[in-house]
């Protein structure tokens, strides 16, 4: 009953976000998403000490959920190459892909010992571990499904309190400074004749207002890809993600069972949730049934994830349990913002293309939060999306993906107390030597493109 309480408040909350980014200007114009605009009043909420029958705790739980179900949905939806003009397109796809990826790699790496350096220092006062600046990466660069799903290993594995809340809280601080920050810098390239494809100046109606007309046009959802007086397409779409579910868990259980390693992977059950949806898109490919799910449906599904994601992870914070370290989590947040703020135009004026604004807008859109975080503060500049940045934000995940295992791979040692958080550091800081050294090779590390 808790669970469908609390999903039914996230709804009521997503619908006032909605009322209100359609209504007050200052939401409207800074184009602060509905489930950020809903997170934020639901956060209020769950601590104004109003009953609702329902808990932080369910809302934490219902974050860890969708999270593994947005990895699934991902998982099932098929990718392809983007269809270009020529070489030169492709290549300089390619160019703005890698070097947002590399950027956005540094990040993941420096964002845990700016974090752990900061709170070592100042932490001791409020009775705060630099162990939970380590939490950042997944909070700041990935997310709140991230940080909620890692700082639930912390706690669960490590015994580390409330490292689930203390992310989530890094989390909902990253988004808020997306908008915050970003919206006002894309006005500012605008103003400054940056964007390229801007219209005037001027976004699209839907775009402010976050919805259609009756009479604009708009884009299908997808096709029917099952006989609905057999099943509905949505029920074959969701069937096929609960196996998926069922694989992921089965999968967290036998990895927890195995010696040394298990504790410190087996809980990270939203890699499992992705491993299954490709699992299980072979096995519909072999079968010559992979045409039963449709792309653009399961996008969508992606998208739902995402906004109830977004707007749980709000509703799970709790004041009361980060009340003694919120002047530690304020500071460390402060930093990171300003680290990456700084490091993202250094490097986005450098990329060496005329889209070099819009793939600024972009990666600190994504290292605040999310890819459709970044995706948002494109559309401030190029409403339509006719340049190649959209496509790069999506492109990039690839290498961005590869570059976590490294990462994580220190950071998860130093939590356990396996590793020492001094050779800890070092370990999370060498990885960026390779970087800096590729975006030189590369040549995504030249002249100012243009200037702020």
């Known amino acids: 009953?808790?669970?469908?309480?609390?999903?039914?408040?996230?709804?009521?909350?997503?619908?006032?976000?909605?009322?209100?980014?359609a209504k007050?200007?200052?939401?409207?114009?800074?184009?602060?998403?509905?489930?950020?605009?809903?997170?934020?009043?639901?956060?209020?909420?769950?601590?104004?000490?109003?009953?609702?029958g329902t808990d932080s705790e369910m809302f934490t739980v219902i974050v860890n959920y969708l999270f593994t179900l947005t990895f699934i949905s991902i998982g099932l939806t098929s990718t392809s190459a983007p269809k270009t003009s020529g070489n030169s397109v492709g290549k300089e796809i390619a160019k703005g892909s890698m070097g947002m990826a590399l950027i956005w790699n540094m990040l993941y790496a420096l964002t845990p010992v700016v974090g752990a350096v900061v709170i070592l220092l100042i932490g001791g006062y409020f009775g705060m571990s630099?162990?939970?600046?380590?939490?950042?990466?997944?909070?700041?660069?990935?997310?709140?499904?991230?940080?909620?799903?890692?700082?639930?290993?912390?706690?669960?594995?490590?015994?580390?309190?409330?490292?689930?809340?203390?992310?989530?809280?890094?989390?909902?601080?990253?988004?808020?400074?997306?908008?915050?920050?970003?919206?006002p810098l894309a006005k500012y390239g605008i103003k400054k004749g940056l964007a390229k494809n801007v219209n005037n100046g001027n976004l699209e109606g839907y775009v402010k207002r976050g919805y259609f007309k009756q009479h604009e046009a708009k884009e299908p959802m997808g096709q029917e890809?099952?006989?609905?007086?057999?099943?509905?397409?949505?029920?074959?779409?969701?069937?096929?993600?609960?196996?998926?579910?069922?694989?992921?868990?089965?999968?967290s259980e036998a990895i927890l069972r195995i010696p040394v390693i298990g504790p410190s992977i087996g809980g990270l059950v939203f890699i499992y949730g992705m491993i299954s949806?490709?699992?299980?898109?072979?096995?519909?490919?072999?079968?010559?049934?992979?045409?039963?799910?449709?792309?653009?449906?399961?996008?969508?599904?992606?998208?739902?994830?995402?906004?109830?994601?977004?707007?749980?992870?709000?509703?799970a914070v709790q004041f009361s349990v980060i009340a003694d370290w919120a002047i530690p989590i304020l500071i460390v947040s402060i930093f990171t913002i300003l680290v990456t703020f700084i490091i993202v135009v250094y490097f986005g004026q450098r990329f060496g293309g005329e889209d070099d604004f819009s793939r600024t807008l972009g990666l600190f859109g994504s290292a605040m939060g999310t890819v459709p975080?970044?995706?948002?503060?494109?559309?401030?500049?190029?409403?339509?999306?006719?340049?190649?940045?959209?496509?790069?934000?999506?492109?990039?995940?690839?290498?961005?993906t590869i570059a976590t295992i490294f990462t994580i791979s220190a950071i998860m040692p130093i939590a356990s107390g396996a590793l020492s958080l001094q050779v800890g550091l070092v370990l999370l800081l060498a990885p960026i030597i390779v970087y800096l050294t590729l975006l030189k090779i590369l040549g995504l590390w030249g002249k100012k493109s243009y200037e702020l």
């Open 130 to 183: 630099a162990v939970y600046g380590l939490l950042l990466p997944f909070a700041f660069t990935q997310g709140p499904g991230q940080a909620a799903a890692f700082g639930t290993v912390f706690e669960q594995q490590y015994g580390i309190e409330n490292a689930a809340m203390v992310g989530l809280t890094f989390a909902v601080i990253g988004f808020i400074a997306c908008f915050m920050i970003g919206v």
């Open 225 to 251: 890809t099952v006989y609905s007086g057999n099943m509905d397409t949505m029920t074959f779409h969701f069937a096929v993600i609960g196996i998926c579910f069922l694989m992921a868990f089965g999968m």
């Open 1 to 21: 009953m808790s669970f469908m309480i609390a999903f039914g408040v996230a709804s009521i909350m997503l619908t006032i976000g909605m009322i209100i980014r």
């Open 373 to 400: 975080s970044g995706l948002a503060l494109v559309r401030i500049v190029d409403p339509s999306l006719r340049a190649n940045t959209g496509v790069e934000l999506g492109l990039m995940n690839v290498p961005m």
């Open 24 to 52: 007050v200007p200052f939401f409207k114009n800074m184009l602060v998403p509905a489930s950020v605009v809903g997170g934020l009043l639901g956060l209020l909420v769950m601590n104004s000490g109003i009953s609702i």
């Open 277 to 315: 949806a490709y699992i299980v898109k072979f096995v519909m490919k072999k079968l010559k049934i992979e045409h039963l799910l449709d792309n653009r449906f399961q996008s969508k599904i992606t998208g739902w994830s995402t906004d109830y994601l977004v707007v749980t992870s709000f509703m």
